[in-house]
C-alpha cells in the first residue's frame, strides 16, 4: 500500500513540476497579436474571495460586451486571471510573471492596497500599466507614474461627508466618530477630521477599531457618554449593520450617517429597521430608471449570483478605460502608449461616473447624498450639490 | 523501498561528502545565471526565505520540543525593526539586518519568560496571543509603525556601491543567510546547548536530573529561534519594498508551522523541504484557480498520512544532528520504553 502510495505521489509531483515548467512564460514577444491580452490580479482564494470573484465577473462582463461588438479595432480582448490570494508575496511573484511576457498590455487589480503597493516597484520598473479598480491607499498611485486607481481619493469624499452631508444636508451639531483602523479607515477619519477642524464641526468622541470585530457594545457606550446628537460611521457595510443592529439594542436614540459602503443592500438585509433614516455617501447609484445602470446589475447578479456591491462596478469600468485609452493611441500599441492616453484621457464616462485622471494617477469624485427609507435607498441630492 | 533509496544515497553523500558539497554550492551560486528570469528567481527566492524562516521555527519546535505557532510575531518585529531603522533613520541594510535580529531575539526572550513552566497547547496558546498583540500593536503604534498605513519605500541594500535589488540579485541575500542559519545552526546542535534543546525535548525531567539547566536552555532556544526569524524579517523588508501589519497574520504563521511539519520536525533539512513543496505546489497549481487551495490541502493530508513525521523527518537523517549518538540515545529510549 505505501509503496504504491509513495509512486503515485511521485509521480503526482512530478508531473505537476512538468506542468509548472510548461506554464513558464515564454519571454519571446509578440506585439503584433490580434488580440489585445490584460492581466487581472484577483484574490480568487483567501480572505477576500468574494471580492475577486466579483472583479472576474465584472472585468469578464465587460470583455465579453465590447468583444461582441467587434472589440478595440477589431481586435479581441482577452483577460487572464491571475489568484493573489490577497497575499502580497504572491501577487509580486505574478507581477514579475506578467512583466516577463511582453504579451500583457497592461494589469487590472490588484484589490488590497498592499498587493497593489508590493507590485507597483516592480510593474513601474518594467513599465507596465496598474489599473487598480479598489486600491485606496493615499500613497499607492503617486508611487510611480504607472500606477492608476480609480477608488476616489478620500480627500475628496471625507470632506463632502462632514461639509455638506453632515452640516449642510443633516444639521449636525456634535458628532462621534467610529472608524475602522486600515489604511482605508485611516485616510478618511483623517480627511474626515481636517475638514471638521476648518468647518468648526464639534466632534465630540473618536474610536477606532480593528478589522473582524463584532462586538461594539463597549465602544458604543463610551461614545454615548460624550452625548452626540450624530454618528458618522466609517467602515464598510458589515460593520454599519452591526453598529446600527447594537445602538438599537441599547435603546439609545442617534441619527445615524455612514461613510464608505455605497449603496450596499446588505445594510438594509442585515439591519432592516434599524437603518430607517441612515444618511450615506456615495459615488453612484443604479436606480430602476437609470436602464442601463440597472441592466448592467441584473447580468451582474445571473452571472455572480450576489448582488454587485461598488467593487464590480469599478472594476467593470476599468476593462472600458482601457479601452477608450487604447484607441486614443495615434501609433503603435505599446505599454507606454497605453500609459499615456491612460494618463490625458479626458471625457471619460464610465458606470460609475466621470473619470479623468490627475497627475498622479488617481481621480477626485463626486457624490451623492442617500437616505433608506421604508428598505430602499433614496437619493436626495444631485452631483451640483457642492456649490 | 523508499528507506533503502534513502540508504543508498546517504552512503554515496558520506562518501564523496566534500565533493558534492562543493557541487552543489556551486550550482546554487550561478542558478541565477542558468536562469535569469525574474519569475522564477522569485519564486526561488521565496522557497529560500520560507526556508530559513521555517528553519527557525523548527528550533524551537523540533530541537527543544516547545509548540510555538506565533512565529508570524518575531517575522513581523524582525521585518518591522529594518523597516523603521531604514526609512525613519537612514541606516544601511546590514547594521540594521544584524539590530533587527537582536531585536527580535531580545522579544523572544521576554516571550519565553512566562512561557518557562508551559509546555504543549498551553504554551501554543501564549504565543498565538503574542503574535497577535504584536501585530496589533504594530496596526495601531501609528507614529512608529506607521498604523494601517504601512511602512512604503524601503530602500533596496547596497554593497560596494551596488544596489541590490529584484530577485536575481537579492538570491544571493536569501542564499547567504539560509547557509549561514544551517551552518551556524549545526554546530550549535552539535555543542552542549544544542544537546541539551534535544534533552529536554526527549525528556524534561531527565535532563534536569542530569544537571541541565532546563529554563535556560529553553530561553536560550527561543531566542535563537528568534534571532533568525528577525534577521529573515529584516531581508524580506528591503525585497518587498513595502511592508503592513496585514502580512504578518496568524494564517502567516500557520503557514510556516506547515512547511515544518511537511518537512520533518527535528531535521535541518526538512523546513527546506517543507518550504520548496508548500511554495511549489501553490505556484504549480496556479491553472486551478478556486480549487488551488483545496488541492494544496489535499496534497497535505495525504503527505501527512503517507509520512506523519514529515516528508525528510526521521531522528537518523544526514542533518539532524549528531546523528550516531543520537541513533544510539533513540535505540535505547526504544528499549526501554518500547516504540511509540
Known sequence: MRKYLSIIMTVVLLTALLAGCSNAPDSGGSGDSDVYKFAVFAPITGNYAEYGKGFEVATQMAADEINAEGGIDGKEIVLEVFDTKGDPKESADISRRVTENDEYLAVIGDFSSSNAMANAPILGEAGIVQ????????????????????????????????????????????????????????????????????????????????????DFTSLLTKVRDSNPDTLALIMHANDVALIANQVNQLGWDVNLTALGPGTSMQIIELAGENVERLLLSTPFFITEENEEAWAWSEEFKSRAGFEPTVHPAVAYDTVYLLKAAIENIEGDVTRDAVREELQNLDGFVGLTGPIKFNESGDITRKYLIMEIEDGKFIQKTEFDYVD | ????????????????????????????????????????????????????????????????????????????????????????????????????????????????????????????????????????????????????????????????????????????????????????????????????????????????????????????????????????????????????????????????????????????????????????????????????????????????WWRPQGLVGAYDSILAGDDKSLKKRKKSITQKVGDN
Not at chain 2, 565533493?19 to 551560486?29: A, D, F, R, S
Not at chain 2, 529584484?166 to 538570491?171: A, F, H, R, S
Not at chain 2, 506547515?258 to 533539512?269: C, N, P, R, W
Open chain 1, 131 to 214: 489599473l487598480s479598480p479598489t486600491a485606496s491607499h493615499t500613497d499607492y498611485a503617486g508611487m510611480n507614474e504607472y500606477m492608476f486607481s480609480i477608488m476616489g481619493r478620500q480627500d475628496g469624499e471625507a470632506p463632502f461627508f462632514s461639509t455638506y452631508l453632515l452640516q449642510k444636508y443633516a444639521g449636525a451639531e456634535d458628532v462621534g466618530v467610529i472608524y475602522i483602523n486600515n489604511d482605508w479607515g485611516k485616510s478618511a477619519y483623517d480627511n474626515f477630521m481636517l475638514q471638521t477642524e476648518k468647518d468648526g464641526l464639534n466632534v465630540v468622541s473618536e474610536e477606532n477599531y480593528v478589522e473582524g470585530e463584532k
Open chain 2, 1 to 304: 523501498m523508499i528507506s533503502n533509496t534513502f540508504e543508498n544515497v546517504k552512503k554515496i553523500y558520506k562518501k564523496h561528502a566534500k565533493i558534492i558539497n562543493i557541487v552543489l554550492i556551486i550550482l546554487l551560486l550561478i542558478i541565477p545565471r542558468l536562469m535569469p528570469n525574474s519569475y522564477l528567481m522569485g519564486i526561488v527566492c521565496r522557497i529560500l526565505m520560507y526556508a530559513t524562516l521555517a528553519g527557525s521555527l523548527n528550533i524551537i519546535n523540533g530541537y527543544s520540543g516547545q509548540f510555538n505557532i506565533g512565529h508570524a510575531g518575531f517575522f513581523l518585529i524582525g521585518a518591522y525593526t529594518e523597516a523603521i531603522l531604514a526609512t525613519t533613520y537612514g541606516w544601511s541594510f546590514w547594521p540594521a539586518m544584524i539590530i533587527a535580529g537582536i531585536v527580535t531575539s531580545i522579544v523572544g526572550f521576554l516571550v519565553s519568560l512566562p512561557t518557562l513552566r508551559l509546555r504543549g497547547i498551553y504554551l501554543a496558546i501564549v504565543t498565538l496571543g503574542f503574535s497577535e498583540i504584536i501585530r496589533i500593536i504594530a496596526l495601531n503604534w501609528t507614529d512608529v509603525t506607521g498604523g494601517p498605513m504601512g511602512i512604503k519605500g524601503i530602500p533596496s541594500p547596497e554593497l560596494f556601491g551596488f544596489r541590490i535589488s529584484g530577485p536575481v540579485d537579492y538570491y544571493y541575500i536569501f542564499l547567504i543567510v539560509g547557509i549561514l542559519f544551517l551552518f551556524i545552526t549545526n554546530r550549535i546542535l552539535k555543542s552542549r546547548v544544542g544537546r541539551s534543546w534535544i534533552s529536554i525535548r526527549e525528556d524534561e525531567l531527565a535532563a534536569k536530573s542530569l544537571g541541565v539547566e532546563a529554563n535556560r536552555a529553553k530561553s536560550a532556544n527561543f531566542m535563537y529561534g528568534a534571532f533568525w526569524a528577525g534577521i529573515v524579517g529584516a531581508t524580506y523588508a528591503p525585497y518587498y519594498k513595502f511592508i503592513a501589519s496585514d502580512m504578518f497574520t496568524l494564517d502567516e504563521g500557520f503557514n510556516i508551522l506547515a512547511m515544518v511539519i511537511i518537512g520533518g520536525q527535528g531535521t535541518l533539512i526538512g523546513p527546506f523541504v517543507g518550504a520548496s513543496i508548500a511554495t511549489l505546489i501553490s505556484e504549480v497549481f496556479r491553472f486551478a484557480s478556486q480549487y488551488r487551495m483545496v488541492i494544496y490541502a489535499i496534497l497535505i493530508i495525504v503527505m501527512m
